[in-house]
């Protein structure tokens, strides 16, 4: 596992989009993973000025989410799929037939999960992992507990987890909807990269764990330790505890 601690001037988004950038350069339809939440945003804008400027295209790029919600509205703005269409896909040159996600409104979920795995296994797998990590360890929507060998499923999001992603449902943790479904740790750890990043004093005892910690179900995010190709971005106060 390599770990960069950033400075002030440095910006983590960067680094990270500096190796997506990279591997697109060499293959420009390589297969990405796509996280939500605030901690890839910098990436995404960083690869946004990239295509901005024409350094960069995305055109080919295949992209997998990590995770989405069960059960919101296909219109509403919290959907996973649709805060990656507004974040990335319409500020870059990605092409939206090319992103899939889970179908949180699937009918059959179970069925849903595992058209999931096959879609990621018949694009060759993903080749470079983005990752952010939640407070209590989670990486995806695998909470404390998860099976480290777990695939594509759906899951009850813990109370912590709703209260964190509260804000971006008005502060209304009830508006948070319980249950997800998640790429398992054994899907995330197929990717043959991963680059997390995460930032801030409240990601510092997940990040303490992360490096620092045994290997346990109850900090999923510690399962990367095993992984051969993973680089870990943070800022001070993230790694504040190492
Ligand atoms: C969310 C997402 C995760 C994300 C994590 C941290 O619930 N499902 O993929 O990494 O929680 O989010 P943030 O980056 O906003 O702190």
């Known amino acids: 596992m390599d770990v960069i601690i950033t400075t002030e001037q440095e910006n983590p988004g960067r680094i990270a989009a500096d190796a997506i950038a990279r591997l697109v350069h060499r293959n420009p339809e390589a297969v990405l993973g796509l996280a939500t939440g605030s901690s890839p945003l910098s990436i995404y804008a960083d690869l946004a000025d990239r295509v901005a400027a024409g350094t960069l295209s995305l055109a080919r790029v295949r992209g997998f989410m990590l995770d989405e919600y069960v059960g919101l509205p296909a219109d509403h703005p ?30 059959d979920i179970p069925a849903a999960c595992a058209a999931y795995e096959d879609a990621i296994d018949d694009a060759g797998g993903v080749d470079l992992q983005i990752l952010g990590i939640g407070v209590d360890g989670h990486i995806g929507f695998n909470e404390p507990g998860s099976s480290l060998g777990s695939r594509t499923r759906i899951k009850t999001l813990t109370r912590q987890t709703r209260q964190d992603n509260a804000r971006f449902f008005d502060g209304d943790v009830d508006a948070v909807p ?23 004093q409240a990601k510092a005892e997940a990040v303490h764990h992360l490096v620092e910690g045994s290997i346990s179900a109850m900090w999923p995010a510690t399962v990367l330790q095993m992984h051969p190709a993973v680089t870990v971005i943070l800022d001070s106060a993230s790694a504040s505890r190492l």
């Open 78 to 107: 919290q959907r996973y799929r649709n805060v990656i269409d507004r974040d990335l896909v319409a500020c870059t040159d990605l092409d939206p037939t090319l992103v899939h996600g889970p179908d949180g409104l699937a009918e």
């Open 178 to 200: 319980q249950h997800c479904l998640t790429q398992g740790i054994a899907t995330i750890m197929a990717a043959r990269r991963i680059v997390l990043v995460a930032t801030g």
